[in-house]
């Protein structure tokens, strides 16, 4: 059965050098969502102008559920220019305000909530005092039993401890990544148990603070090409990560938490396997980054794509 699989948060233009593309990390995450047979939808808020009617548009070719993103007047879709070094690497600098600074609260939203799934959310959308409260308001809605995920996006300025820590304590799972993780351990040492100095090499220490600290099932530490992370209770899984040929980094962490969601929601009996969820969420994050852009086409079905990553 399709499971109903919320981003939500920013959907924007990336403005590439060479291209643009439709981008945001809850529309990226829904996407990445659809293609593994769920319902991924993407709840955000674009401008009444031709970036926004071509957003839009775009989502619906891509089979996206875009009958909760909400349309702004008053304020312009939102854009970033991103920069990529020699390895594909990718740096934004971020339009504001723009629509999805202004998510409200409607009867719709709160209807989408209480049957949602899951829901990934992240910093980044939360960076005004209108978005960050709607926010709020729709994950407190959600029915127990739902999965709601924190995606840390420590972007340019538009974070602080007292958003990271109500993000944290709203969350069952948090997934951030290796170069985010000593700041938020530095922005979030108030909690009994997190005060003690990070050190790099105590990620495990760290993401088991955080369980403790925040009463989360799940910690994902991303490493890029690396691999990542995963901690639950006295449970750890580590994994290398996939080696391929890097098109882009962009939306290549929001491929991986979109696997990650896939296969917890899977669970037996609320229990997932951490190797298996890790294989299947490194396997999506580096099939994206092999690609250009966050919503590439699969050769194929989505199973034979993912295959070949190894």
Same mark, same amino acid.
């Given at each position: ?62 089979? @996206?559920?875009?009958?909760?993103? =909400?349309? %702004? /007047?008053?304020? #312009? ?7 990529? $070094? ?14 999805w ?46 999965v ?45 148990? @997190?005060?003690?100095?990070?050190? =790099?090499? %105590? /990620?495990?220490? #760290? ?7 925040? $009463? ?21 899984s ?16 929001d491929?991986?938490t ?47 794509t ?5």
């Open positions: 059965m399709k499971k109903k699989v919320v981003g939500l948060g920013e959907v924007l233009w990336d403005l590439l050098p060479e291209r643009t593309c439709l981008g945001g990390a809850p529309a990226n995450f829904a996407y990445i969502t659809t293609l593994m047979g769920d319902q991924g939808i993407v709840a955000s808020r674009v401008g009444e102008d031709s970036r926004g009617m071509h957003a839009l548009q775009r989502m619906k070719e891509l089979r @996206l559920d875009v009958d909760h993103v =909400q349309t %702004d /007047e008053e304020h #312009a879709t939102g854009t970033v220019n991103v920069e990529l $070094d020699g390895q594909g690497v990718a740096r934004f600098e971020i339009a504001h305000p723009v629509a600074d202004f998510l409200e609260w409607t009867a719709d939203w709160r209807e989408l909530a209480e049957g949602a799934d899951a829901v990934c959310f992240g910093s980044l959308a939360q960076r005004s005092k209108e978005s960050r409260g709607t926010i709020g308001r729709f994950v407190r809605a959600m029915r127990p039993g739902a709601r995920v924190f995606d840390v996006n420590l972007r340019q300025s538009y974070y602080s401890q007292e958003v990271l820590g109500e993000s944290m304590r709203l969350a069952d799972i948090v997934k951030l990544n290796d170069e985010e993780l000593p700041k938020v351990m530095s922005l979030c040492g108030s909690p009994s148990g @997190l005060s003690r100095e990070f050190s =790099q090499g %105590d /990620e495990l220490g #760290a993401a088991r603070r955080l369980i403790g600290a925040y $009463d989360l099932k799940l910690v994902c530490i991303t490493r890029g090409a690396r691999g990542s992370l995963l901690v639950r209770d006295n449970e750890a580590e994994h290398p990560g996939f080696r391929v040929r890097v098109g882009d980094t962009v939306g290549a962490g491929a991986f979109a696997g990650l969601v896939h296969e917890y929601l899977r669970g037996v009996a609320g229990r997932v396997d951490l190797d298996g969820m890790n294989d299947v969420a490194n396997r999506v994050g580096a099939w994206v980054a092999s690609e250009v852009g966050a919503m590439p086409v699969p050769k194929g079905r989505i199973e034979r993912l295959a070949g990553i190894g």
